[in-house]
């Protein structure tokens, strides 16, 4: 399985109490199913509204599943921001 690095940003940072770490998955949804295990609780509920980046390009709607993950890339987990 490919190493990648996960960022979070805002909310998501503060939840999970670091602001990048190492996991090791395929697919977005493995990554994300490892960051669940890892930070049940609050985590869970804010990536619940996150999107995300997968080596800078937008995942957008596309199913978790489909999205590969490619040694040595980042995920970046994005909150909603407020802004104005």
Do not use: K, N
């Amino acid at each position: 399985m490919p190493a990648v690095t996960i960022r979070y940003w805002a909310a998501a940072r503060a939840a999970a109490g670091t602001d990048a770490e190492p996991y090791e998955a395929g697919t977005l949804a493995e990554a994300l199913a490892g960051v669940r295990q890892r930070h049940p609780g609050e985590l869970t509920r804010v990536l619940r509204r996150c999107s995300f980046l997968i080596d800078g390009d937008p995942v957008g709607v596309r199913d978790h599943e489909t999205v590969r993950l490619a040694e040595g890339g980042t995920v970046e987990v994005l909150p909603p921001f407020a802004g104005g």
